[in-house]
């Protein structure tokens, strides 16, 4: 049983605080990647929940490669944001409070994977001609990327 269903198991659709790590990937083009997501099919970075026993890293990584097939090398950490503004209440109707972690690489391996268990789609974009149908929470991140702020930026 993964951690998210163990938790659950206890507290039912209670607001839990749950940490989300996820990453900018960047081609020597300077495009990101995304993926189209199976759960509500709009666009978004891949990321996702962290598992018991894992580094935020760790997860960055291992969902990257679930969602993708890419294997990351270095990351840097992008931002943190935390607060009432990253609490929802999830379709399943589990409430969180989220951590979000999010780093940039440039530094990647392996082949895209075009539909899985997570993604229907994967792809590169120019920053400039995004997908319509991007998921809008990470819209704001990527608008946040684009802003000049000073990295990492802690909300």
Avoid at 44 to 53: I, V
Avoid at 107 to 119: A, P
């Amino acid at each position: 049983m993964d951690y998210i269903s163990y938790l659950r198991s206890m507290v039912g659709h209670e607001k839990v605080i749950m940490v989300v790590a996820g990453v900018l990937v960047f081609d020597l083009e300077d495009r990101i990647l995304l993926h189209l997501r199976a759960d509500n099919q709009s666009w978004g970075l891949p990321g996702g929940f962290m598992e018991m026993g894992e580094t935020v890293s760790e997860t960055a990584r291992r969902e990257v490669f679930e969602e993708t097939g890419l294997r990351l090398g270095s990351l840097e950490l992008f931002s943190l944001y935390s607060g009432p503004k990253k609490e929802k209440t999830l379709p399943s109707g589990d409430e969180v409070a989220m951590v979000q972690l999010w780093f940039t690489c440039k530094d990647f391996q392996g082949d895209l994977v075009k539909e899985n268990e997570e993604s229907l789609d994967t792809g590169f974009f120019a920053l400039d001609n995004l997908p319509e149908k991007l998921f809008s929470s990470h819209a704001e991140i990527i608008e946040e990327y684009l802003s000049g702020k000073q990295f990492p930026i802690i909300d």
